[in-house]
């Protein structure tokens, strides 16, 4: 015993207590600044975020769940990886996993078994609270709910239904016929199978079975690390002094490993080492601890994986035949060809289109005869096709399909511009859509209305490396609405319209909240709130400098989270609107000219044909302002504004009635 655990002892109760509350608290603060430097690394990228439900801890064996979430995150995503286990207190917790991946704890019963059990409904409103609140400090916008595993539906309901996140269910095994699941997981996962956005599945016949359910289904088989495995790796210290040759397997050692098959084989083949890799929970191996020729060497580290498979001079894969390994696409399959390896297969649905490239054992009589027609082989003929497919079903393309499937799912939308600015406003503002649009599946269309060499040369340099842009150029000013109405047709077929003025800047996860505000009844036009307006679109700021516009933007519409106020008119620096709108009440009305009223007509035009038109006070954009027209002369700018007011009075019939800034309207 230490001296410090000694004068403890001797301590007063009291002053034991004081120590322990103490202790508890420094703990608490200490975890409180973990996660504090953890949130501060993991600010909104360009891309949407990913929230995985998963179906195993990220400790765990690392294969499918953790590849794809990696995977996303070495693209730009932030991924938030929960835990199946839940923790004390009152709010999530956050730490750091590889590659980027955040793991995530949500407080609840720390007894819960998910795999057991649905969860409670009376859990249900504090899970709520804890993503919300995860929502909110980490400005949650455009996220993914990757689920993968049906007893997270309730949850996963819950949150599209409130934030309207989008839902994939990647369905990666037959959950039924896990002997530790609940009788409810199959009822769970029809339903999640229903409700969800895309369903993906590794196998055929898991494709099939979720057909009939599922509005969007893809194949996404399972995949390979190449680089990872294809590396030769030293013999782990485990296999050395073993007598060749030595068939090998890695993995879970489950009630699928047919240990009567194995030990069978090794004991009419003593001289033969099966070197068996993985936890055995839930395997009786009895039959295979007495034979002297058998290794069962436990859980391995990921990394330490190719060590054994460049050691193996033949690779197995001994299931049984059961409905839920029937619906299972082997990872180790094109992990065991990464290595180039012979491999000796039970004979599984999923691997039928690979005859040629491993040795089906259709029959527990056949596992001998075939590992020695793969210990007999050519390898000068018999690797590179192996190599090839492996080479062609990698994680990183697994990722890229996922990635593609999901931009799928969301209705493209064209974002127009009309260049007229300074090149530098123009610059700022495509950099911003770039970085802070996390929406995606747009396309920005940009009409050079400038005449500008300047702005010409940035258009032509950021196109090259931008295959989203799309440049239109005029030969002259054609004027804001024309020239908008241009751009608009030349985005062709898409759902959305956005215009955007050069002169601003866009925030995170604008794009997609705008559009999610669409969805409201009878919202046809809906526009942010903004520095620089003319009526009530305007609100106070307490920044000087661009550099304070984002931390100001995350304060100011977190605490307004799905707010809208009608609005007579929206200034189209920015506005968003469907393309059946423009289809159902015309473009921009091109009377108008240069421009000026066009906004005005088009609001009213949208009213006047039974729409919202809506300020989101969850968007914030910043908008430089005047910056066309503020560089016109006084009398020129007034010319225009009275020749333009006598246009839209004569189409209306009607005064003008001039904008009503927010605290004149008795707004905040």
């Known amino acids: ?45 360009s891309e949407h975020d990913w929230l995985v439900f998963p179906v195993i801890d990220w400790a765990f064996r690392f294969q499918r769940p953790q590849q794809l979430t990696s995977g996303l995150a070495r693209e730009g995503h932030r991924v938030f990886y929960l835990s199946t286990t839940f923790g004390d207190g009152d709010r999530p917790t956050v730490a750091r996993a590889r590659d980027g991946v955040a793991l995530v704890q949500l407080p609840g019963p720390a007894d819960f078994d998910l795999y057991r059990a649905p969860l409670p409904e009376a859990v249900l409103p504090e899970l709520v609270r804890a993503i919300d609140h995860l929502r909110l400090e980490l400005g949650l916008k455009e996220v993914v709910c990757l689920v993968q595993f049906p007893g997270w539906r309730r949850l996963v309901e819950e949150a599209r239904r409130r934030w309207r996140w989008t839902v994939v269910y990647d369905c990666m095994d037959d959950h039924v016929g896990f002997a530790i699941n609940a009788a409810s997981v199959g009822r769970d996962e029809e339903a999640l199978v229903a409700a969800s956005d895309l369903v993906t599945v590794t196998s055929r016949s898991l494709l099939e079975r979720w057909r009939p359910v599922a509005r969007r289904i893809r194949l996404l088989p399972n995949a390979t690390d190449f680089a990872h495995f294809h590396r030769p790796a030293p013999p782990p210290p485990a296999l050395r002094g073993l007598t060749r040759p030595l068939i090998g397997y890695y993995g879970a050692i489950a009630e699928w490993f047919n240990v009567e098959m194995v030990a069978a084989a090794a004991a009419e083949r003593p001289r033969w080492q099966f070197v068996l890799v993985g936890a055995t929970t839930g395997a009786n191996v009895e039959p295979l601890l007495a034979l002297p020729n058998v290794h069962l060497l436990g859980e391995q580290p990921y990394a330490a994986l190719p060590g054994y498979l460049h050691a193996f001079d033949v690779a197995l894969i001994p299931f049984r035949r059961t409905p839920l390994t029937e619906a299972t696409n082997p990872v180790k399959f094109y992990e065991y060809l990464s290595a180039g390896k012979p491999v000796v297969a039970v004979a599984l649905p999923e691997l039928e289109p690979y005859t040629h490239l491993h040795y089906p054992v259709r029959s527990p009589e056949e596992l001998i005869p075939q590992i020695e027609a793969a210990l007999a082989e050519g390898p000068e003929t018999a690797v590179p096709p192996r190599l090839e497919l492996a080479r062609g079903n990698t994680w990183r393309q697994r990722v890229a399909e996922l990635r593609d499937a999901v931009r799928e799912l969301h209705p493209r939308v064209a974002i127009v511009i009309v260049a007229f600015a300074e090149p530098e406003r123009l610059r700022m503002c495509l950099e911003s859509l770039w970085s802070r649009t996390q929406y995606p599946n747009f396309e920005v269309v940009v009409v050079d209305n400038s005449g500008s060499p300047q702005i010409y040369q940035l258009l032509r340099e950021t196109a090259e490396r931008e295959p989203r842009l799309r440049v239109v150029l005029s030969e002259r000013n054609e004027g804001f609405p024309r020239a908008t109405n241009r751009g608009i047709r030349e985005a062709g077929d898409c759902e959305y319209v956005a215009l955007l003025n050069d002169d601003t800047v866009v925030t995170h996860g604008w794009l997609g909240t705008l559009i999610r505000h669409l969805e409201e009844p009878d919202v046809e036009l809906v526009g942010p709130v903004t520095n620089w307006a003319g009526n009530e679109a305007r609100i106070e700021v307490d920044y000087e400098r661009i550099e304070g516009m984002a931390p100001f933007a995350r304060e100011y519409t977190r605490r307004r989270a799905g707010q809208v106020s009608e609005i007579p008119m929206l200034a189209m620096y920015c506005v968003v609107m469907r393309r059946r709108l423009l289809e159902r009440i015309g473009f921009l009305d091109e009377r108008f000219g240069i421009g000026m009223f066009e906004d005005d007509d088009f609001s009213r035009r949208v009213r006047a044909a039974g729409g919202r038109v809506v300020c989101a006070e969850d968007v914030f954009i910043h908008h430089w302002g005047r910056s066309s027209f503020g560089a016109l002369p006084e009398e020129e700018y007034r010319r225009l504004f009275d020749e333009n007011l006598r246009k839209f009075e004569a189409k209306w019939g009607e005064p003008w009635r001039p904008h009503v800034a927010r605290s004149a309207a008795g707004e905040e």
């Open 1 to 45: 015993m230490s001296l410090s655990n000694r004068i403890y002892r001797l301590l007063p109760e009291p002053v034991k207590n004081v120590l322990r509350r103490v202790r508890r608290t420094a703990r608490r603060w200490r975890r409180l600044w973990s996660e504090r430097r953890v949130r501060r690394s993991l600010p909104p990228g």
